[in-house]
């Protein structure tokens, strides 16, 4: 079965009248090796010359320690291929462009990520050499022997162009081939049964079938100045009944009519860098509906509930609220009382406060829109509607859509629609950055008796050895809200440039705005919330409608790995894992043995203190000389007191 340019997908999140019984079968290397293919005739015209080898092939043994690639199938059909190949062995001694000694390369590690592939040096050059070709890699797996094959075109990286040959413009050159082939064996097999099937829009089901602007000619959202550096705007929303039965809009009774959000979002390659930072930039108060006419947006048919503004809105029909009406602050509530997951909320709501040109309406920092700062940024708008016989009818997951907007260069940063941009439907504004960035991953994580949250990433090379991670976790409709966002990394890799971003809450609402701190300990860097929901049930968690970024830069390439996102409110699970690129590289040692001679007791202390002295010494001894809870790499005094107690235990 041949497997070409895969991409991580799950086949669950296609809409299915039913679904029959589902094998996940994931087959892993038990063993193998990694065949490199160089051509010197390729390898001279990009300035690399073989330096004494007549053997051009490099056959190195895949290591079990480290090698995590892994293909899975569902019902014998392939759904994704992802992970690393170590390998340990021979190397090839090279000349490099402008040096006059020998490097020498080979301990390769093969990372695959959907259709790319990169191959990471481990023996001189210790970044990555080549990438796969326009092709992209190739998965096969052969049930009649029972092994794994990895083929692809080899050509130069980005990073090795840059750095080592010094011609940015060699990238992309082919130089030889790869293939690693191996006996597999199965790391994961799931089965499940059959379930009957159920009509598509069982239920009430509302979406957002069109973002609109006023009335009139143009159509566009609607401006409404500013108030010191903040920019206040609002989108108008067609809702559309896609469900089996009417859906409620009572006036003024709680959980029986839609409440209406706004979100705004851009996408930025800031200045110096070459990686796209996908953040949300703006937030409204609630719209809460209260009548609903019965029009034929969605292409009908249409089954009116009434003949005019409804207390229901009838199965296949449409209700609009124009822009000037979502933003409209006698009718806006706070997010904070809504439970999304449920869709419920309280009614009367509380009333927003400011002033009143900006006051509970879509709300952006000037920094953020103006368009002199943001050269070349995309914006998109996202509505979501909330209400609680579609969420009990479990069709929550499909109530937002999005659509591109731009900002004008004048006083007041107008919001215009984008020319040719129509409302992409029943898919949050987190699609948009996969859209346009093919690089990304977008990951599904539904919380059991609660909501949904989408993890989307993306890993760059940026050159010097050095990879951006970029991570924008969007809470959809988990009531639980995200507590913290950790992201496994080995010892001493090197984290750097730790960040993160969230959106403000605004014109009176109750939820505090305090950053998550990072702390990088020695296996993960993790961002928390300060309080925890028993200290502060108004902290600054993830909360729904709501999409929080985490980032770093890091000296090695991306493996697969785990994240774990904590969550806010009691319940069970505390947690939820899943599946994502980490960085790949650390470093071992023994806490204490910081002159390396595998025994901690009084000889340590000597360099111990040389080191402390200094600021000096390898990572290895750094590592075995940072004894502190909140590891940083490095010997400090922070380190003393600990030191002594391995001392003292012959051990930490």
């Given at each position: 079965?041949?497997?070409?340019?895969l991409?991580a997908?799950?086949?669950?999140?296609?809409?299915?009248?039913a679904?029959?019984?589902?094998?996940?079968?994931?087959?892993?290397?038990?063993?193998?090796?990694?065949?490199?293919?160089?051509?010197?005739?390729?390898?001279?015209?990009v300035?690399?010359?073989?330096?004494?080898?007549?053997?051009?092939?490099?056959?190195l043994?895949?290591q079990?320690?480290?090698?995590?690639?892994a293909l899975?199938?569902?019902?014998?059909?392939?759904?994704?291929?992802s992970?690393?190949v170590?390998?340990r062995?021979?190397?090839?001694?090279?000349?490099?462009p402008?040096r006059d000694?020998v490097?020498?390369?080979?301990?390769?590690?093969?990372?695959?990520?959907?259709?790319?592939m990169?191959?990471?040096?481990?023996?001189?050059?210790?970044r990555?050499?080549?990438t796969?070709g326009?092709a992209?890699?190739?998965?096969?797996f052969?049930?009649?022997?029972?092994?794994?094959t990895?083929?692809?075109?080899?050509?130069?990286?980005?990073?090795?162009?840059?750095?080592?040959?010094?011609?940015?413009d060699?990238?992309?050159?082919?130089v030889?081939?790869?293939?690693?082939?191996g006996?597999?064996?199965?790391?994961d097999?799931?089965?499940?049964?059959?379930?009957e099937?159920s009509?598509?829009?069982s239920?009430?089901?509302v979406?957002?079938?069109?973002?609109?602007?006023?009335?009139?000619?143009?159509?566009?959202?609607?401006?409404?100045?500013?108030s010191?550096?903040?920019?206040?705007?609002?989108?108008?929303?067609?809702?559309?009944n896609?469900?089996?039965?009417?859906l409620?809009?009572?006036?003024?009774?709680?959980n029986?009519?839609?409440?209406?959000?706004?979100n705004?979002?851009?996408?930025?390659?800031e200045?110096?860098?070459?990686?796209?930072?996908?953040?949300?930039?703006?937030?409204?108060?609630?719209?809460?509906g209260?009548?609903?006419?019965?029009g034929t947006v969605?292409?009908g048919?249409?089954?009116?509930?009434?003949?005019?503004?409804?207390?229901?809105l009838g199965v296949?029909?449409?209700?609009?609220?124009?822009?000037?009406?979502?933003?409209?602050?006698?009718?806006l509530?706070?997010?904070?009382?809504v439970?999304?997951a449920?869709g419920?909320?309280?009614?009367p709501?509380?009333?927003?406060?400011?002033?009143?040109?900006i006051?509970g309406?879509?709300?952006?920092?000037?920094?953020?829109?103006d368009?002199?700062?943001?050269a070349g940024?995309?914006?998109w708008v996202?509505?979501?509607?909330?209400?609680?016989?579609?969420?009990?009818?479990n069709?929550?997951?499909?109530?937002?859509?999005?659509?591109?907007?731009?900002?004008l260069?004048?006083?007041?940063?107008?919001?215009n629609?984008?020319?040719?941009n129509?409302?992409?439907?029943?898919?949050?504004?987190?699609?948009?950055?996969?859209?346009?960035?093919p690089?990304v991953?977008?990951?599904?994580?539904?919380?059991?008796?609660?909501?949904?949250?989408?993890?989307?990433?993306?890993?760059t090379?940026?050159?010097?050895?050095?990879?951006?991670?970029?991570?924008?976790?969007f809470?959809?409709?988990?009531?639980?809200?995200?507590?913290?966002?950790?992201v496994?990394?080995?010892e001493?890799?090197?984290?750097?440039?730790?960040g993160?971003?969230?959106?403000?809450?605004?014109?009176?609402?109750?939820?505090?705005?305090?950053?998550?701190?990072?702390?990088?300990?020695s296996?993960?860097v993790?961002?928390?919330?300060t309080?925890?929901?028993?200290?502060?049930?108004?902290?600054?968690?993830?909360?729904?409608?709501?999409?929080?970024?985490?980032?770093?830069?890091?000296?090695?390439?991306?493996?697969?790995g785990?994240?774990?996102i904590?969550?806010?409110?009691?319940?069970s699970?505390?947690?939820?894992t899943?599946t994502?690129?980490?960085p790949?590289?650390?470093?071992?040692?023994v806490?204490?043995?910081v002159?390396?001679d595998?025994?901690v007791?009084?000889?340590?202390?000597?360099?111990?203190?040389e080191?402390?002295i200094s600021?000096?010494?390898?990572t290895?001894?750094?590592?075995?000389?940072?004894c502190?809870?909140?590891?940083?790499c490095?010997i400090?005094?922070?380190?003393v007191?600990?030191?002594?107690?391995?001392?003292?235990?012959?051990g930490c």
């Open positions: 079965m041949l497997v070409c340019g991409t997908a799950s086949l669950a999140e296609q809409p299915r009248l679904r029959g019984p589902e094998v996940y079968a994931t087959w892993v290397f038990a063993g193998g090796a990694v065949n490199v293919t160089l051509d010197p005739a390729a390898l001279a015209a300035g690399i010359q073989l330096a004494g080898n007549s053997d051009t092939t490099l056959t043994p895949i079990s320690e480290g090698t995590n690639y899975t199938f569902v019902n014998d059909e392939p759904s994704s291929a992970g690393t170590v390998s062995g021979d190397t090839l001694s090279v000349r490099l402008d000694d490097a020498r390369i080979g301990n390769f590690a093969v990372v695959v990520t959907g259709r790319s990169s191959i990471v040096d481990g023996a001189n050059v210790q990555e050499l080549f796969s326009p992209g890699v190739i998965s096969d052969n049930a009649n022997d029972q092994s794994l990895l083929v692809a075109e080899l050509v130069v990286s980005p990073a090795f162009a840059a750095e080592v040959l010094g011609n940015i060699l990238a992309g050159q082919p030889g081939s790869l293939e690693v082939v006996p597999a064996q199965i790391g097999y799931q089965a499940f049964p059959a379930t099937a009509p598509r829009g239920g009430a089901d979406i957002v079938g069109a973002l609109t602007g006023d009335v009139g000619t143009s159509q566009q959202p609607r401006s409404y100045g500013f010191g550096s903040i920019f206040a705007y609002s989108v108008g929303t067609t809702s559309c896609i469900g089996d039965v009417p409620q809009w009572i006036d003024g009774v709680p029986q009519h839609p409440v209406i959000g706004q705004l979002y851009r996408l930025k390659t200045p110096g860098t070459s990686y796209g930072r996908f953040e949300q930039v703006g937030q409204a108060w609630l719209k809460y209260f009548c609903a006419l019965q969605c292409g048919p249409c089954t009116p509930y009434c003949g005019g503004c409804c207390n229901h296949g029909c449409s209700d609009p609220y124009t822009a000037a009406r979502n933003g409209g602050w006698g009718d509530g706070p997010k904070g009382p439970n999304a449920m419920t909320f309280p009614d709501h509380l009333f927003a406060s400011g002033p009143t040109n006051r309406r879509l709300q952006a920092q000037a920094v953020d829109v368009p002199d700062s943001n940024a995309l914006y996202e509505g979501q509607y909330v209400a609680n016989d579609d969420a009990l009818a069709n929550k997951n499909n109530n937002c859509s999005y659509r591109r907007v731009t900002f260069n004048d006083t007041n940063n107008t919001m629609w984008v020319t040719g129509s409302t992409v439907r029943q898919q949050p504004a987190i699609n948009a950055w996969q859209a346009t960035d690089g991953t977008l990951v599904t994580i539904d919380i059991p008796s609660d909501g949904r949250m989408i993890l989307g990433y993306r890993v090379d940026i050159g010097g050895g050095m990879w951006h991670y970029e991570y924008a976790l809470n959809m409709n988990s009531d639980r809200a995200g507590q913290f966002f950790s496994a990394a080995p001493c890799s090197g984290i750097s440039n730790v993160f971003h969230d959106v403000p809450y605004h014109s009176g609402e109750v939820i505090d705005g305090t950053d998550w701190p990072a702390t990088i300990l296996d993960q993790i961002w928390t919330t309080q925890t929901y028993a200290q502060n049930q108004n902290a600054n968690a993830l909360r729904w409608g709501t999409m929080y970024n985490f980032r770093f830069d890091a000296p090695s390439a991306p493996t697969s785990n994240i774990k904590g969550l806010f409110k009691p319940g699970p505390s947690l939820m899943v994502a690129q980490v790949s590289l650390g470093v071992t040692c806490k204490g043995d002159n390396l595998t025994i007791d009084g000889l340590d202390v000597a360099k111990f203190v080191l402390l600021g000096g010494g390898t290895v001894e750094k590592c075995a000389g940072d502190e809870f909140v590891k940083d490095g400090d005094m922070d380190d007191a600990n030191f002594a107690d391995c001392l003292i235990n012959g």
